[in-house]
């Protein structure tokens, strides 16, 4: 994007973590097209895998005051916990704010899989997470404190949270 690069290690305490579009999208196509399901009403997951858009405008706008950033392909919760943890600071996501299709709510339920698990754990979203002052541009989705570790306040109800994702040499 030009500038300083931006590094996972260099979020500060009081930055807000944003995201650039939706997530969980793609985790849902790909169980569409891995248990031949049917899609009817559920096609927008299907492009959501095959052709995933990222908003590079916006992605300049963040970046130009951005401290840290990190692409979410291998799943949010992996990369923001890998951030968490270079960083050496502590990231609390709100499961409230995350830019999940509404949709994904009801394909879960119809089919009987774990909103949370694609939401966070699966990948191919090709979003951009960053850590960030300002929260002028973007989908703010969390904060980062002093402390270690990634927290999903979900219900009122703040849990550590499992940095889990696609890992490519395992």
């Known amino acids: 994007i030009g500038g300083k690069p931006l590094l996972r290690s260099d979020a500060r305490t009081g930055d807000f973590i944003v995201l650039t579009g939706e997530i969980g999208g793609a985790a849902a196509g790909y169980l569409i097209l891995k248990n031949k399901l049917e899609s009817n009403g559920f096609k927008h997951f299907l492009n959501a895998l095959n052709r995933p858009k990222i908003d590079y405008e916006l992605c300049k706008r963040i970046a130009e005051k951005a401290n840290a950033g990190i692409d ?4 949010l919760a992996f990369e923001l916990g890998e951030m968490a943890r270079l960083s050496r600071k502590k990231i609390v996501l709100e499961w409230e704010k995350l830019p999940v299709s509404r949709k994904l709510h009801g394909f879960c339920e119809t089919h009987g899989f774990n ?3 694609l939401a966070l754990h ?12 300002s929260a002028k ?30 890992e490519h040499f395992k």
């Open 137 to 166: 541009h973007g989908i703010v989705v969390g904060r980062v404190s002093s402390g270690r570790g990634l927290f999903l306040n979900k219900e009122g109800k703040v849990r550590k949270l499992e940095p889990r994702g696609f």
């Open 72 to 75: 979410v392909s291998d799943g």
């Open 122 to 133: 699966s990948g191919e979203d090709y979003q951009i997470a960053f850590s960030t002052p």
């Open 115 to 117: 909103e949370e698990e």
